[in-house]
Nanobody, 114 residues
Framework: QVQLVESGGGLVQAGGSLRLSCTAS????????MGWYRQAAGRQREVVAS???????NYADAVKGRFTISRDNARTTMYLQMNSLKPEDTAVYYC????????WGQGTQVTVSS
């Protein structure tokens, strides 16, 4: 069973940057499309970005041009570089496969102050 651990969140002012990391245990990571998700208070979890095993990426319109997803298959780690952060990016960020087949981790809180 793959376990996912997210890190890198924090409190940042609007316009700032953060880099999130997702470390996965298990060897299946490199074969799966992976994604970053977020859940703001009172809202449903939504996908933010995804990346397939070859590195092809997709982004939600709300983050396109500001966020960059990447992966290091050798380290079974995925990243989310978040630039030009906005208060509406405030949420708990999670990683999972692109079809959310793994158990959810604890997530990492991102808070953007105005």
């Amino acid at each position: 069973q793959v376990q996912l651990v997210e890190s890198g969140g924090g409190l940042v002012q609007a316009g700032g940057s953060l880099r999130l990391s997702c470390t996965a245990s298990g060897s299946t990571f490199r074969f799966n499309s992976m994604g970053w998700y977020r859940q703001a208070a009172g809202r449903q979890r939504e996908v933010v970005a995804s990346i397939n095993p070859s590195g092809i990426t997709n982004y939600a319109d709300a983050v396109k041009g500001r966020f960059t997803i990447s992966r290091d298959n050798a380290r079974t780690t995925m990243y989310l570089q978040m630039n030009s952060l906005k208060p509406e990016d405030t949420a708990v960020y999670y990683c999972n496969s692109a079809t959310a087949i793994y158990s959810w981790g604890q997530g990492t809180q991102v808070t953007v102050s105005s």
